[in-house]
């Protein structure tokens, strides 16, 4: 059955907010997002937003974007929505990354030269969840801060671009407990989740270890490590030596890239099954060829979208959803064919953009 949050990213329709009709110039019309709306319990659940985003914008802005490191095609494809996206609207950007999670001061640091510089707002995809709390704050007195993707404590952040990695987790958690219920054989998990202390690690974890509660699935061994291939090469690499026997490999996209070519090369690919908790270009090939189980998509080019937006909506004073991100979707063999790469992964072809610069539209606001 075809997702219908996915395709309806590729319908017109009306904004939830205000019932404004759509007349996007972002391609077919709006964007299917979600965002968390709190409930009378006290409890936050995830709504469908339906999300016109801006024609043009009213000025060439210059956005500085900061992202934890560019050297996993996750973030790859964010960046080519934000190019994709500034481009639309008509702004520019510099970009800088940390060269990994444990860089969390080198991070702080380019906050900083951000907010010293000629930039307008900034958008930052954090290595901490509050490591650099009162940096933001500092700098949100001059200008909006724009957390996308992983998450970030609140204080000074003017919005997210971001889905709820408590769902990325659990929808992997749930892939293998639909599988393996608890009256049938346990099955033994080696688990990737990512960087110790990144923001989004623990909280895909908890929505992980949550969803396999009461399963027949059970973890063998927790390997935390930064998300370039050669660490989680060396990782997966140990799991298998100290778990002989393992039914699974979990984990960060690297992770379940990296497994495929080393449980070939071991002879172990028809032993031992392999799930995503994201979508990367690698584990969009081995879904099609039936290498890896499952992933979900957070459809990362529409966040890198959004996060550029969202900015410009703050710098513009027309921000009217705080935080939002795309609907998640579960992707299977059987069902790549379907969901395809739309806004989830940039062209195969595309090279990382450090500093784009918009060219100037005559006249009136443009559309595409």
């Known amino acids: 059955m075809k997702s219908a949050p996915y395709h309806r990213t590729l319908a017109c329709v009306a904004l939830v907010l205000g019932g404004a009709p759509c007349a996007s110039a972002a391609g077919a019309g709006g964007w299917a997002l979600e965002r968390p709306v709190a409930q009378a319990d006290g409890t936050m659940v995830q709504e469908p937003l339906e999300y016109v985003p801006l024609e043009r914008a009213v000025r060439n802005w210059r956005l500085c974007i900061l992202y934890p490191h560019i050297k996993d095609p996750y973030w790859l494809s964010v960046n080519y929505g934000m190019v994709e996206e500034a481009r639309r609207l008509g702004v520019s950007f510099t970009l800088h990354e940390a060269d990994g999670y444990p860089n969390r001061a080198r991070q702080a640091e380019q906050i900083r030269a951000c907010a010293r510089s000629e930039a307008d707002a900034i958008i930052l995809g954090t290595v901490s969840f509050d490591g650099h709390t009162e940096t933001v704050l500092d700098v949100a007195a001059q200008m909006p801060v724009i957390a996308v993707v992983n998450d970030i404590h609140p204080a000074g952040i003017s919005a997210k671009a971001a889905v ?9 958690g749930r892939f293998l407990a639909e599988r393996h219920p608890a009256d049938t054989p346990p099955v033994r998990v080696a688990w990737f989740p990512g960087p ?6 623990g909280i895909i974890e908890s929505g992980f270890h949550a969803a396999i509660a009461g399963s027949a699935v059970e973890i063998a061994g927790i390997y935390y490590g930064d998300t370039g291939r050669q660490d989680q090469i060396l990782l997966v690499e140990q799991a298998l030596e100290a778990h002989p026997g393992i039914d699974y490999i979990v984990g960060n996209g690297p992770s379940a890239e990296v497994a495929v070519s080393i449980l070939r090369a071991q002879g172990l690919s028809d032993d031992i099954g392999i799930v995503s908790t994201y979508l990367s270009h690698a584990v969009f090939r081995g879904l099609q060829r039936g290498r890896i189980l499952a992933a979900p998509t957070d459809f990362p080019v529409l966040q890198g979208r959004l996060g550029v937006e969202m900015a410009v909506r703050a710098l513009q004073s027309e921000l009217l959803v705080t935080e939002a991100g795309p609907s998640i979707v579960t992707v299977t063999p059987e069902t790549v064919a379907e969901v395809g790469s739309l806004e989830s992964l940039a062209p195969a072809d595309f090279e990382a953009v ?15």
């Open 164 to 172: 709820s990695w408590v769902e990325m987790g659990a929808s992997a």
């Open 196 to 201: 110790y202390g990144a923001g989004w690690v």
């Open 354 to 368: 450090f500093e784009f610069e918009s060219t100037p539209v005559q006249g009136p606001a443009a559309t595409d």
